[in-house]
Structures are given as C-alpha cells and as structure tokens.
C-alpha cells in the first residue's frame, strides 16, 4: 500500500471511529518552534510544570517518541455540549471541556483501535498514539496538517469546530501523503480572547504566561494560589473558558453527539458543600475517570475555598 492509500485508508478509520477531523504533516519541528518552547521555559512562563524542560529534548525530536518516526497523524475530536449554567451561591463552575467522561480514557480507545487498523495495512510500520502524556507539540503538528491555525489565546482554532477540540496524534514511522499547513491566521485584529481572560496571563497575541492562568492555578498547581489572583477566580472551581468564550470563532459550531463527552450529573456547576464533604473515598467514587481526578481533592478543596471567599465578598 502506497502512501496515498495508506492515508486515506487511515482517515477514513479515525472518522469511523468518531474522530472529526484528520490530516498528515511530516514529523518534523521546526526552527521557529523549537525557539518559541526556549524562550517559554527560559522566561519562566511555564511556571513549575518542570517536565517542560525535562522533555525539550523530545519536544524538538519526535523521533525520541517513536524511534524511527517520519509521519503523525493529526486528530481532533470536537467537544462542544451544552451551553454552561450559571452557579448559583454555594456552587462553582467547571471548564467545558470536563463535564464528562476524562478525554484521555475515550481518545486512548479510539487511538488504540486506529493503531490496530495502521498495523494491519502497514506491518512494516511502527505507530504510537499521543494524547497530552507524551512530549509532542500536538498543536504544531495540528497546524502543519492543515487542521487550523494557532489563535492569540494559543488554542487551535478550526473554521468549522472553532477552539472546542480535543487533539491527539499518532505518530508512524511510514510515510504519509501530507495535507497543505494552515497558513492563514484568521483571528485578524480581534483581540477578544486578550481583554477576556481575567487574570491578563495572555500577555500578547500567542503570548501564554501559565503563572497567571486560572487553568494552571487551578488544575495543575500544587502550591497557594498567589494573593494577587484569588479575586480573578471568581467561581471557577477548575479550568477557566474565558478567553475560549469569548472567541467569534465559537459562536455558532456544533456540538458534539459523543456521548462520552455529555455533561455528568452535578459536574457544572459543582456543589461546593458536597466538595468539601468528600472523603478520598468518596473523591475516587465520585472524580476517578473524570479530568477533576488531575487536580486531587486537596488542589479541588483548596479552589472552593476561594470560590467561596469570592461568592460571600460579593453578597
């Protein structure tokens, strides 16, 4: 089988198996995002998540992730649902992207199934599928297969699904015939996502400093959430969607019908009493195959706690 073949063979595959969108670029990084991810670390705009510069070796080489690796397969799995509910006081809001099952459990199927596929049509070949727990600039490489283009809020940002998009990729070490890059950055002079997000850690077009986001603070942060950005969290018990909300782009793109991703009973908006009542037990019970289980009960106590300074100091 021909690369061409191959390729089409193995999107066909993802669409049937539920993802929405697919494209080929070579396993390359390039220059210019190889200086991008230096300059983030060294500036020390990613905070302590030290597993950055642990792994920048294998950011700029894929081949580090798969030995021998000459393609990836881009994918994207839309996630929008239903409109967000508004708490009410004593209850906290929860990131879109959490309200159902944890996405890393129902995209690890799906590559698992497309990977079963690939090696049936390409035994010579090796792939490893990706989704956020390996060292690989998922957005790039979702750029260099033509799935979008990189907005100011540093989401990928498609015309049809917007920024509400899963990403994952499977990396191949046959080849594939490769879609054209997304060229085109459609943002334009729109500044939305800029003047939205609450705590200015977009400090500029592209621009990311994860000390100040309320998605870092409050999710992949295991120390105080700094004095200065406990007001900005306002009811945010975990994530934070404002500068995604804020996006032209995510007016008016389709939900999703993957029922994986449908809104769990009592996950936004987030009682803040039963939060605080849970026991780990409980917190296994309740969190285990969500994306809450990534902050822990302590990193969710500590949230709620501010969540429920902030509701009391506007009453």
């Not at 894929?62 to 690796?69: E, F, H, M, N, Y």
Request: with cysteine.
């Amino acid at each position: 089988m021909n690369a061409v073949e191959l390729t089409a063979a193995l999107k066909n595959e993802s669409l049937r198996l539920g993802f929405d969108l697919a494209g080929a670029a070579p396993a390359v990084v390039d220059r210019e995002q190889v200086e991008r991810l230096d300059r983030w670390i060294a500036d020390g705009r990613a905070a302590d998540m030290d597993y950055f510069a642990r792994r920048r070796d294998a950011y700029r080489d894929p081949s580090k992730v798969l030995d021998g690796a000459k393609s990836v397969l881009m994918l994207a799995m839309n996630y929008r649902t239903a409109e967000p509910a508004a708490p009410s006081p004593g209850q906290a809001r929860v990131a879109r992207y959490a309200w159902g099952e944890d996405y890393h459990e129902v995209i690890r199927r799906r590559l698992d199934g497309l990977i079963e596929f690939h090696n049936r049509l390409a035994p010579d070949a090796r792939a490893r599928g990706v989704v956020d727990t390996a060292p690989l600039l998922e957005k790039h490489f979702a750029r260099l297969a033509g799935l979008g283009w990189i907005g100011k809020n540093t989401t990928l940002i498609n015309r049809q699904f917007g920024s509400w998009l899963f990403l994952a990729g499977m990396l191949t070490t046959a080849e594939l015939e490769y879609d054209q890059p997304m060229q085109t950055d459609l943002c334009g002079s729109c500044r939305a996502c800029l003047d939205a997000c609450p705590t200015g850690a977009l400090t500029g077009p592209g621009r990311l400093d994860a000390r100040r986001c309320i998605s870092y603070l409050t999710i992949e942060s295991r120390g105080a959430i700094p004095k200065e950005y406990q007001a900005a969290i306002g009811d945010r018990l975990f994530g934070c969607d404002a500068c995604q909300q804020s996006c032209p782009w995510n007016r008016a793109t389709p939900s999703t019908a993957e029922p994986a991703f449908q809104p769990r009973p009592g996950m936004n908006p987030v009682d803040l009493a039963e939060l605080q009542s849970l026991d780990e037990e409980a917190f296994r019970e309740r969190f285990r195959h969500t994306s809450l289980w990534r902050a822990g009960l302590d990193g969710l106590r500590r949230n709620a706690a501010f969540v429920g300074q902030n509701q009391k100091s506007i009453r």
